[in-house]
Nanobody
Framework: QVQLVESGGGLVQAGGSLRLSCAAS????????MGWFRQAPGKEREFVSA????????HFANFVRGRFTITRDDAKNSVFLQMNSLKPEDTAVYYC???????????????????WGQGTQVTVSS
């Protein structure tokens, strides 16, 4: 059974930092690209960041570029999202996803991912 479990969300003031973790099980982790999406109340789910299967190619939404970093640790079957300089508009439920995406993939579309976690809440106060 494939499972993705997010953790690390919480409440933080604007300008603060959080590190989200996603632990995967039941799949060949090193063969999958890993992505982060988020969804705020009343908004569509949107792409945040992704990293390819080998860990040498990272992708970011424009609104987080320069503030967030994504890394993976295949030995731990985990992917991480370090979020710095957080803004109130970053408030959302953050979802981890895994997909078999080739190097020509965009990494930005939900349909590219096969498995999803349940999400972790991030709240940034002003």
């Amino acid at each position: 059974q494939v499972q993705l479990v997010e953790s690390g969300g919480g409440l933080v003031q604007a300008g603060g930092s959080l590190r989200l973790s996603c632990a995967a099980s039941g799949l060949a982790f090193s063969n999958y690209a890993m992505g982060w999406f988020r969804q705020a109340p009343g908004k569509e789910r949107e792409f945040v960041s992704a990293i390819n299967w080998s860990g040498n190619d990272a992708h970011f939404a424009n609104f987080v570029r320069g503030r967030f970093t994504i890394t993976r640790d295949d030995a731990k079957n985990s992917v991480f999202l370090q979020m710095n300089s957080l803004k109130p508009e970053d408030t959302a439920v953050y979802y981890c996803a895994a997909g078999r995406i080739g190097f020509t993939g965009s990494y930005r579309f939900e349909y590219e991912y096969d498995y999803w976690g349940q999400g972790t809440q991030v709240t940034v106060s002003s």
